[in-house]
Nanobody, 115 residues
Framework: QVQLAESGGGLVQAGGSLRLSCAAS????????MGWYRQAPGKQRDLVAR???????NYADSVKGRFTISRDNAKNTVYLQMNSVKPEDTAVYYC?????????WGQGTQVTVSS
């Protein structure tokens, strides 16, 4: 069973930047579509950004132009570069692996944006 480990969360001031990483175990990373999701207290978990095995990306409207998802298959890692962060970006951020109709979640990393 593949395991995902997020890192890079923390406290950042509004307008600042943060880069999240998600490292996957195993040897099939290049075959996975990967996504970043976030969940704020009392809210549902929503898609932030997604990247396919071919490198195509899509973003939630709320983060377009500010966040960038990327992947490094040699390092089995997907990244989320977060720029111009806002207090409403505060949430637990999770990465998810999508493969053949199955999903695996990471444990999440907290991002807190102060105003």
């Amino acid at each position: 069973q593949v395991q995902l480990a997020e890192s890079g969360g923390g406290l950042v001031q509004a307008g600042g930047s943060l880069r999240l990483s998600c490292a996957a175990s195993g040897s099939l990373f290049s075959l996975y579509n990967m996504g970043w999701y976030r969940q704020a207290p009392g809210k549902q978990r929503d898609l932030v950004a997604r990247i396919t095995i071919g490198g195509s990306t899509n973003y939630a409207d709320s983060v377009k132009g500010r966040f960038t998802i990327s992947r490094d298959n040699a390092k089995n890692t997907v990244y989320l570069q977060m720029n111009s962060v806002k207090p409403e970006d505060t949430a637990v951020y999770y990465c998810r692996r999508d493969y053949s109709g199955t999903y695996v979640w990471g444990q999440g990393t907290q991002v807190t944006v102060s105003s």
